[in-house]
């Protein structure tokens, strides 16, 4: 499957920006997907997670009361909506999906897209 990241850009501090992660596999439904994130001289880590069955949801605490994450099918979509956003949530954001990992390690998702960036400035 391959995944299309989109929704980067410059914001200002404090502003919302919706991530989308469009799938060009029509049984995307079916995997579970993920929101990863690379700032400049870090590694990469998990934001946010959810499951093909019953949409179960994952949150990294680090974001847990600013960042949502949703899926519309249909669309074979994933969304990252990020709220209050502050100059530390700068990174390159990437989506992933797998069959049958859904859990927060990295190494484990198959399918990967290219990455968004995001720039917060202060």
């Known amino acids: 499957v391959q995944l299309q990241a989109s929704g980067g850009g410059l914001v200002q501090a404090g502003d919302s920006r919706r991530l989308s992660c469009a799938a060009s596999?029509?049984?995307?439904?079916?995997?579970?997907v993920a929101w990863f994130r690379q700032a400049p001289g870090k590694e990469r880590e998990f934001v946010a997670g959810?499951?093909?069955?019953?949409?179960?949801?994952n949150i990294a605490d680090s974001v847990k009361e600013r960042f949502t994450i949703s899926r519309d099918d249909t669309k074979k979509t994933v969304y990252l909506e990020m709220s209050r956003l502050n100059p530390e949530d700068t990174a390159v954001y990437y989506c992933?999906?797998?069959?049958?990992?859904?859990?927060?390690?990295?190494?484990?998702?198959?399918?990967w897209g290219q990455g968004t960036l995001v720039t917060v400035s202060s």
């Open positions: 596999d029509r049984t995307f439904a079916a995997y579970n």
């Open positions: 959810i499951t093909w069955v019953g949409g179960d949801r």
């Open positions: 992933a999906a797998d069959r049958y990992y859904s859990g927060s390690f990295s190494g484990r998702f198959m399918y």
